[in-house]
């Protein structure tokens, strides 16, 4: 099953809507065939396994990550195809949130004469597919929030300096984190200061870019901006407010750019509004960089599922520098937004933290 969970890793940010699932195909202790499933409308991880394993599938095992599916979709059903191939047992990881499985895939399989085990490894495959579960359950995208800061918190200097806060090891991540999302978004602040093209470079050009979504209320972008730029076939999204000046909006609209316009509220783009959005366009991972007002408003919106926490081991110690998160207005040490840190690892000399949001129930 661990392996079968490396498989459907490859797979994130490349299967929306569906989820990524790995599977592996064992007999007599032997792995013979494995698959996962690389695009959506392309065969489904026990297809290429079953496929890769042909004769050998009969009396065999088959692990897999996801509960297999049993309904026509833009790929026939996966229980056919295990049935058909002779599969003995069939260990799956957790069951599919999708109505129209359920559970249903279990049964299928268990009237056909098939063992079925479920639930191995079912807490690591569910944080796999944790964005395919909340858009399955809500139509809105899994947003994960990344910083990157001294130890006092500051994201750039006074001046808006901010190459390097991190180390290398720390920034290769950050772009394998592109890779495995469906889509990266900053604030217009981030695109004047830094004019960044937000796509994954990866050693030996093995990544894919994701759809760049800037939140731009007053449409302010350039239109010659690298957000925008030809380079990459992922495409850009600006979100703009109702109220952006037509002309721009159509300056950015010719220079390529997906423009939507959006309900505003106090901070600018609804966001709410524009998660909406980015879910009935098949976002499942939303993974924002910043800057810091638009990590205010995602938090203060309880728009944030995860955050991701990279400290420096350097101080800035000016209270102009740009602090990592603005605009969230607390008064008081109680009224302070509760974390749970999940985890605790290290790139070269910096640390990241993952953390996650508390109830405040």
């Given at each position: 099953?661990?392996?079968?969970?490396?498989?459907?890793?490859?797979?994130?940010?490349?299967?929306?809507?569906?989820?990524?699932?790995?599977?592996?195909?064992?007999?007599?202790?032997?792995?013979?065939?494995?698959?996962?499933?690389?695009?959506?409308?392309?065969?489904?991880?026990?297809?290429?396994?079953?496929?890769?394993?042909?004769?050998?599938?009969?009396?065999?095992?088959?692990?897999?990550?996801?509960?297999?599916?049993?309904?026509?979709?833009r790929t026939p059903p996966c229980t056919d195809a295990i049935i058909a191939a002779g599969i003995a047992r069939v260990i799956y990881a957790c069951s599919d949130v999708d109505p129209r499985v359920a559970g249903q895939g279990e049964t299928i399989l268990k009237a056909a004469g098939v063992e079925v085990i479920s639930g191995l490894l079912g807490d690591e495959a569910k944080r796999t597919n944790e964005a395919y579960f909340k858009h399955k359950r809500t139509g809105l995208p899994f947003v994960t929030l990344k910083l990157a800061c001294t130890l006092d918190g500051k994201v750039a200097g006074r001046t808006g300096d901010s190459k390097w806060v991190t180390g290398e090891q720390a920034r290769e991540y950050v772009h394998q984190l592109r890779d495995q999302n469906d889509a990266v978004m900053v604030g217009i602040g981030t695109v004047l200061s830094d004019n960044p093209a937000l796509t994954t470079r990866l050693p030996g050009d093995e990544g894919r870019d994701a759809l760049r979504v800037v939140v731009d209320t007053q449409a302010r972008t350039p239109a010659d901006a690298a957000v925008?730029?030809?380079?990459?076939?992922?495409?850009?999204?600006?979100?703009?407010?109702?109220?952006?000046?037509?002309?721009?909006?159509?300056?950015?609209?010719?220079?390529?750019?997906?423009?939507?316009?959006?309900?505003?509220?106090?901070?600018?783009?609804?966001?709410q509004a524009l998660m909406a959005e980015l879910g009935r366009r098949d976002v499942m991972g939303l993974l924002c960089e910043g800057?810091?007002?638009?990590?205010?408003?995602?938090?203060?919106?309880?728009?944030?599922?995860?955050?991701?926490?990279?400290?420096?081991?350097?101080?800035?110690?000016?209270?102009?520098?740009?602090?990592?998160?603005?605009?969230?207005?607390?008064?008081?040490?109680?009224?302070?937004?509760?974390?749970?840190?999940?985890?605790?690892?290290?790139?070269?000399d910096d640390i990241l933290l993952t953390v996650r949001l508390c109830s405040q129930d």
């Open positions: 099953m661990r392996r079968a969970l490396e498989l459907a890793r490859r797979g994130l940010g490349r299967t929306a809507p569906n989820p990524a699932v790995g599977a592996v195909v064992v007999r007599d202790g032997q792995v013979v065939a494995e698959g996962w499933h690389h695009a959506a409308g392309q065969p489904h991880a026990e297809i290429e396994a079953l496929a890769a394993a042909g004769e050998a599938a009969r009396d065999a095992d088959l692990y897999v990550t996801l509960e297999p599916c049993c309904h026509y979709g925008i730029g030809p380079d990459s076939e992922a495409g850009c999204l600006i979100a703009v407010g109702q109220s952006a000046p037509e002309e721009r909006v159509k300056a950015l609209r010719t220079a390529g750019a997906v423009v939507v316009a959006l309900p505003e509220d106090d901070r600018g783009v609804d966001l800057g810091p007002r638009l990590a205010g408003s995602l938090l203060a919106a309880g728009l944030v599922d995860r955050l991701l926490l990279f400290y420096a081991p350097k101080l800035l110690g000016d209270a102009q520098a740009l602090d990592a998160v603005v605009g969230l207005d607390i008064a008081q040490m109680a009224q302070a937004l509760h974390l749970s840190i999940d985890d605790v690892e290290r790139f070269g």
